[in-house]
C-alpha cells in the first residue's frame, strides 16, 4: 500500500499528561537552543482529554516545573484538598473512621488539588498548539516502524474506512507514516503499541510481572447542603474480602459536583467477582450514600491502572523509542497517584532527547534517559513506596495496610529489603470448582444501576462496521476452555457489557459488543487465557468523557 509520510524531529503516541509534557517540553528547548525542531503528536481520541479518565487528586510538583505560573495561566486546578478522610468500611452498615495520624503518610493529600484529568490534557494541549505542536486529534497510531537494524523509525496511523470483513469502503483512506528521529511511547497503562514494544525486545524480562487495577469512576450532582469543597475521602475494605486488594473514593470539587470511584486488583482470584457490581454495592455504604442520595448520576467510566511499582518496570528504551508515564508503569501505588510522576518522566524524556538533537551526528540516537528516570525524584519516589503492592498482595488488605503504616510513616520507605509479587494478575483465578458463587442485588436505579445505562453516560461510539478491535488469538477459546473452567470471566470483569455468553441455534457462543467498550483494557490484561488482545479502533472510536 501507497502511503504519504511526514518528517518529524520527534514523534509522540498519546495526548494523556505525560505525552503533553513532553511535547511542551521539547518545545519549551527547542526555543531556548533557537531550534526548529518539529514534533508531532498523534492521539486516537476525537479531541485531547475525551479518552482520558482518572480520580483525580493531583500532587502539582511537576505542573510546578512545566509551568511555573499555571496558576497566572488558569490551568483548571482550583480546588485545593481542604479535608482529608479515610474510612475502613466493615460492613454495608458498618465503619471505622481511621485517625489522621494513622493514614499512611503518602496518602496523605495536603497541598493537593481535585480536578478533571481530562480537563487538565485539554489544556495541555492548548499549550502545546500555541507552540507549534503538530496535534493529530482522531489518529490513533496502529503499527510501529522499524529499519533493517530493528531501530525505532516512527509509526503508521490507523487506516480509516476499513470494512468489518477487511474490505475497503468508498470512505477508505490509508494511514500516514509518521517518521522520526525519535518516538515517543505515552499510550497510557497497557498500550496497544507499547506492549507490542515491551514483549519484541523483552523489555520486562528482568521486571516482575506488571499488576493492574480497574477502576470505575462516576460524577453526580448531588444536594448544595451536602456539597463540602476540597473533601477527599477515601475507603478500605468492604465489599471486598481481605485478600482481595482495592478501595474506593470520593471528592468533592466546584459546582455541587463530586467523583466517586473504586479501584478493585486485577489479581483477584474468585471468577464470579464482578468490579462493577462490587462497585455498585459499595455506594450503599452510609459514608457514600448518604452524600450522593437526592443527586444525580452525570457521567461514567473506566481505566485499568498499573499499580506494580518500581519492581514491575521494564527497561525504558530501544534505539529510537522510549517509554514514558503509565505506558511504562510509573503510578506510585503507595499514593495511588501517577499523574505526577508521569508528567515528570515526560519531561525527562524530552530533556534526554533535546541533548541528542543538538549533537551534530543525525545517526546516533542514544539518549541518557534512563540514566536520568534513575537520577529523578521520580525514581526515588517509587524506591520509597517498593514494597507497598506486594505487601498487600503477600499480607491482605488488613495487615498489608498496617505493614504500609510501619515502612513509610516510621521507616520512610527505607526498610532494608524489597518485596516482590511473580504471579501475574491473570494466572491468579481459581477455577468455578474451587470458588464461591456471588449474587449481586439487582440495582435499585438510584444509587446502584446496570451496565448499559452506565455506559450510555460514557457516550461511547464505534463506526459499526469496522474490524471489531477486541481480538481473539483463538475463538474457541472462551466456549471450549474459559465457560467450563472460570465460567467465562470476561462477562463479570468487563465494566461496559461487551462480552456475553448466548444461546445461538441450540448452542452457546460468545458475542463481543465492541461498540460498547470504553477503552479501559482490563480484558487485555485479566483474561486468564490470555486470549483477547485490543488493538486501536477507529479514529475517534470510544469514549467521549466530559469532566472525567
Known sequence: MTRESMEFDVVIVGGGPSGLSAAIRLAQISKEQGKDWQIALVEKGSEIGLHVISGAVVEPTALNELFPNWKEMDAPMTTEVTDDEFHYLRSQEKSIKVPHMFIPSPMKNDGN???????????????????????FPGFPASEIIYDENNQVKGIITQDMGVAADGSEKGSFEPGYELLAKHTIFSEGCRGHLGKQLIEKFELDKDSDPQHYGLGIKEIWQIDDDKSKLGKVVHTLGWPLNNHTEGGGFLYHFEQGKVALGFITALNYDNPYLSPFEEFQKWKHNPIIKNIIEGGKRVSYGARAMNKGGLQSLPKLEVPGACLIGCEAGFLNPAKIKGTHTAMKTGMIAAESIAQNLLKDDTNDVATNYTQDIQNSWVYSELKKSRNFEPALNKF?????????????????????????????DYACLRTVSESKKIDYDKPDNKISFDRLSSVFLSSTNHEEDQPCHLQLKDSSIPIDKNLPQWDEPAQRYCPAAVYEIVEENGAQSFRINAQNCVHCKTCDIKDPSQNINWVTPEGGGGPNYSNM
Open 113 to 135: 488539588y481535585i480536578i478533571s484529568l481530562g480537563n487538565l490534557s485539554k489544556w495541555l494541549g492548548e499549550q502545546a498548539e500555541n507552540m507549534g505542536i503538530n496535534i
Open 396 to 424: 491482605g488488605t488488613f495487615f498489608g495496610a498496617a505493614y504500609t503504616f510501619i515502612d513509610q510513616n516510621i521507616f520512610r520507605g527505607k526498610l532494608p529489603w524489597t518485596l516482590h509479587n511473580t504471579k501475574p
